[in-house]
């Protein structure tokens, strides 16, 4: 493990030249932090897999964990209707967005129009949907976004990246995307709720208390009740990042 502190990436060193000496000295590279733009370059310039642990804008490690769970739960992945609800436009939103279009899963993005995944990466995802039969649908409709869901997958309101400044603003537009009781009875009987953690839905954390305190909600993206109902696979999805990371290094390493 090597952290912020303990390298001189794109400090002292460039990331191509710290690309080439980690590429030297190791057989993959796994970068965990913000910009998707180093995860590239090191994968350019390192001659060894790079695997993604999550950056600003993807975190694909996190959808393939994802979709054993949904496989698990569910019986199949094709034809699925997995409904994203919150901030849609988030680095869990896009990769899921991208699994969702190669695996054959319906993608719906439920959210406030400013909040949609960009139009490149829709349309990326729709040209990938033809082959594999996923329909891509984006909507501000909470009713209709939610109906028929087989799967109802939120993440934070505000994500890696973003100031503080943006969680007024971003509580007033995604309130109304809370997942809760009457979103889950509006999706199908048996639909499943994730989220790839962590969750702010109670009051046990730091910024969930800051958050209590300044705006007087004590539960965001999930409620408490829905979090921990039987129909919530969060724990499972968090166990299927050990065995689909394993697979991952597996099937890359060569
Ligand atoms: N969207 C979240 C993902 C955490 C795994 C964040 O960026 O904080």
Same mark, same amino acid.
């Given at each position: 493990y090597i952290g912020p502190s303990g390298s001189q990436m794109g400090k002292k060193e460039s990331i191509r030249d710290t690309a080439r000496v980690l590429g030297r000295l190791y057989d993959g590279i796994e970068y965990r932090g913000f910009s998707q733009e180093i995860v590239n370059e090191l994968s350019e310039f390192s001659k060894v897999p790079v695997w993604n642990g999550l950056t600003d804008e993807f975190h694909p490690t996190q959808v393939l964990a994802d979709l054993l769970t949904i496989e698990e739960k569910i019986g199949r992945l094709k034809?699925?209707?997995?409904?994203?609800?919150?901030? =849609?436009?988030?680095?869990? =939103?896009?990769?899921?967005?991208?699994?969702? =279009? @190669?695996?054959?899963?319906?993608?719906?993005?439920? =959210?406030? @129009?400013?909040?949609?995944?960009?139009k490149d990466l829709v349309d990326k995802c729709r040209e990938i949907g033809k082959e594999s039969g996923s329909i891509i649908t984006l909507t501000d409709d909470i009713y209709l976004g939610s109906k028929n869901a087989d799967v109802i997958y939120t993440d934070v309101w505000v994500s890696m990246g973003e100031p503080d400044e943006v969680w007024k603003e971003r509580i007033n537009k995604l309130k109304r995307y809370q997942v809760n009781v009457e979103v889950m009875e509006n999706a199908k009987e048996n639909a499943i709720f994730m989220h790839c953690l962590p969750a702010f839905h109670d009051l046990n954390t730091k910024v969930g208390k800051e958050i209590y305190e300044k705006f007087g909600i004590s539960e965001m993206e999930v409620t408490n009740e829905v979090f921990e109902s039987e129909n919530s696979v969060v724990f499972d999805e968090a166990e299927n990042r050990m065995h689909t990371i394993k697979a991952l290094i597996l099937a890359t390493l060569g």
């Open positions: 034809g699925v209707n997995c409904v994203y609800m919150g901030d =849609a436009r988030n680095n869990v =939103a896009n990769s899921l967005m991208i699994g969702c =279009a @190669k695996m054959g899963l319906n993608f719906t993005a439920c =959210a406030p @129009k400013d909040l949609f995944p960009s």
